[in-house]
Antibody, heavy 122, light 106 residues
């Protein structure tokens, strides 16, 4: 069974930094691209970032480009999101999700983890 | 960026009702359109990919259609477990974008 477990969400001050982690199991992690998606309180889903299966190529939403960095460690079956220069509008539940395509992007997200909550507040 | 517009944003329905949700893309995305179901406190779940391909384990009362810019999600006979928020998402190009969601309420 595929499992994705996010961690690292905390309360952080504006301008601060944070690293989220996603531990993956139940599939060949190094064969699949991975995504981060967030949901602000009372709002809809917003795609944040994508990393290829080998970590070479990365993609970002305009709202986080230059501030967030996605990475992965295939030896640890782990996905990360380094978040710098945090803003109050980054407050959200952050989900990691597996891409359905094996060694290619389908950009269908399945499955998703349960999420980790990031609160940016002074 | 491709904008995805869903309608309605919410709807009230009863068990057994037929429900239709529409999703419109700001430019043609061929059939690169996916639907997700999201219940409070749970992970979003992929229901339909490539506009009309039902995922394994998803009940056949769910169906999707459309291509180009206009898409629909239909629930043929609403069940109690279907009350949730539904999102469309374009997988045509990054940045990936979601519709604003449709909340299906009793």
């Amino acid at each position: 069974e595929v499992q994705l477990v996010e961690s690292g969400g905390v309360v952080v001050q504006p301008g601060g930094s944070l690293r989220l982690s996603c531990a993956a199991s139940g599939f060949n992690f190094d064969d699949y691209a991975m995504h981060w998606v967030r949901q602000a309180p009372g709002k809809g889903l917003e795609w944040v970032s994508l990393i290829d299966w080998d970590g070479v190529s990365t993609y970002y939403a305009d709202s986080v480009k230059g501030r967030f960095t996605i990475s992965r460690d295939n030896s640890k079956n782990s996905l990360y999101l380094q978040m710098n220069s945090l803003r109050t509008e980054d407050t959200a539940l952050y989900y990691c999700a597996k891409d359905r395509g094996e060694q290619q992007h389908y950009n269908w997200l399945d499955p998703w983890g349960q999420g980790t909550l990031v609160t940016v507040s002074s | 960026d491709i904008q995805m517009t869903q309608s309605p944003s919410s709807l009230s329905a009863s068990v057994g009702d037929r429900v239709t949700i529409t999703c419109r893309a700001s430019q043609s995305i061929s059939s690169f359109l996916n639907w997700y179901q999201h219940k409070p406190g749970k992970a979003p779940k992929l229901l339909i990919s490539a506009a009309s391909s039902l995922q394994s384990g998803v009940p056949s009362r769910f169906s999707g259609g459309g291509s180009g810019t206009d898409f629909i999600l239909t629930i043929s006979s609403l069940q109690p477990e279907d009350f949730a928020t539904y999102y469309c998402q374009q997988s045509y190009i990054t940045p990936l974008t979601f519709g604003g969601g449709t909340k299906v309420e009793i």
